[in-house]
């Protein structure tokens, strides 16, 4: 079982969009899959509740809803056989709540925009995870995405240099693109839409997937061709020469056996 926490204090960042776009796609995969709603706007919830048939199943829980009827345990409980846990995670979250929230977290996604504000956020953002929530640089659990940039803009340059410098992997740089705002009003991720209409936007993806599944890219590799082998080298043929008469031969033929 596979859990990826999506977060960053700073509201407004994308991180419910990456949340259920990669929930979509693990659930399209055919992988059972759970996504965690833990914002109190419960823009997560909204979307699950439009998917329909036959769009695949996603199971969802709701942190900020009470049951009278139930405890929080019951709640919170993850169905047998989950393969993946997303979690779409609260705008303002303090320091201290992170080691809580990102506790046996495969995977861990912080969404920067291009402006001055959200890279001022991004940056202590990072700082709680590696300070407070004791993640290491090394376990390469932290990922970056550059979300809606436009290239070839001021603030995409100054967004990219920071990242830089942040020595954190910038696993995805997408683009801001209408199809996901249509996308959540269908209750559909960007996988699940008709490819020729998306594709600018499936090719961004595929580093970030590769990212979130390492093993699965290896796994996907052609095996190495069997070594060949050595050519056997054949000897140029002999040149055999006839001659017709002792007066002609200069002018030989040559004859290949």
Same mark, same amino acid.
């Given at each position: 079982?596979?859990?990826? *926490?999506?977060?960053?204090? /700073? &509201? +407004?960042?994308?991180?419910?969009?990456?949340?259920?776009?990669?929930?979509?796609?693990?659930?399209?995969? &055919?992988?059972?899959?759970?996504?965690?709603?833990?914002?109190?706007?419960?823009?997560?919830?909204?979307?699950?509740?439009?998917? /329909?048939?036959?769009?695949?199943?996603?199971? &969802?829980?709701?942190?900020?809803?009470?049951?009278?009827?139930?405890?929080?345990?019951?709640?919170?409980? @993850?169905?047998? +056989?989950?393969? #993946?846990?997303? @979690?779409?995670?609260?705008?303002?979250?303090?320091?201290?709540?992170?080691?809580?929230?990102?506790?046996?977290?495969?995977?861990?996604?912080? =969404?920067?925009?291009?402006?001055?504000?959200?890279?001022?956020?991004?940056?202590?953002?990072?700082?709680?995870?590696?300070?407070? $929530?004791?993640? /290491?640089?090394?376990?390469?659990?932290?990922?970056?995405?550059?979300?809606?940039?436009? #290239?070839?803009? @001021?603030?995409? %340059?100054?967004?990219?240099?920071?990242?830089? !410098?942040?020595?954190?992997? *910038?696993?995805?740089?997408?683009?801001?693109?209408?199809?996901?705002?249509?996308? $959540?009003?269908? +209750?559909? +991720?960007? %996988?699940?839409? #008709? =490819?020729?209409?998306? #594709?600018?936007?499936?090719?961004?993806?595929?580093?970030?997937?590769?990212?979130?599944?390492?093993? !699965? @890219?290896?796994?996907?590799?052609?095996?190495?061709?069997?070594?060949?082998?050595?050519?056997?080298?054949?000897?140029?043929?002999?040149?055999?020469?006839? !001659?017709?008469?002792?007066? $002609?031969?200069?002018?030989?033929?040559?004859?290949? =056996?």
């Amino acid at each position: 079982m596979q859990r990826i *926490v999506v977060l960053n204090p /700073k &509201g +407004g960042s994308g991180k419910t969009t990456l949340a259920i776009n990669i929930a979509a796609y693990f659930a399209a995969r &055919g992988d059972s899959t759970l996504l965690i709603d833990r914002d109190p706007q419960g823009s997560a919830t909204r979307w699950l509740r439009k998917r /329909k048939a036959p769009q695949a199943e996603i199971r &969802g829980i709701a942190t900020f809803e009470r049951d009278s009827r139930t405890t929080m345990s019951w709640q919170m409980r @993850v169905p047998e +056989g989950t393969e #993946k846990i997303v @979690v779409d995670s609260p705008a303002a979250i303090e320091g201290r709540a992170l080691p809580e929230l990102t506790r046996d977290a495969a995977r861990i996604i912080v =969404p920067v925009l291009p402006s001055d504000i959200d890279i001022h956020a991004a940056s202590r953002c990072i700082a709680d995870l590696l300070l407070v $929530a004791k993640i /290491k640089r090394t376990e390469n659990r932290i990922g970056v995405i550059a979300n809606r940039v436009r #290239k070839n803009t @001021v603030m995409f %340059h100054s967004l990219m240099r920071f990242l830089e !410098k942040l020595d954190i992997p *910038v696993v995805a740089t997408i683009r801001d693109s209408q199809n996901y705002v249509r996308a $959540a009003e269908q +209750g559909v +991720g960007i %996988h699940e839409m #008709k =490819p020729y209409t998306v #594709k600018e936007d499936l090719a961004q993806w595929e580093t970030l997937l590769a990212w979130l599944e390492p093993e !699965k @890219v290896l796994a996907e590799q052609p095996a190495p061709l069997a070594e060949q082998p050595a050519p056997v080298a054949v000897p140029a043929p002999e040149a055999i020469i006839e !001659k017709t008469d002792d007066t $002609a031969a200069h002018d030989a033929r040559f004859i290949l =056996p």
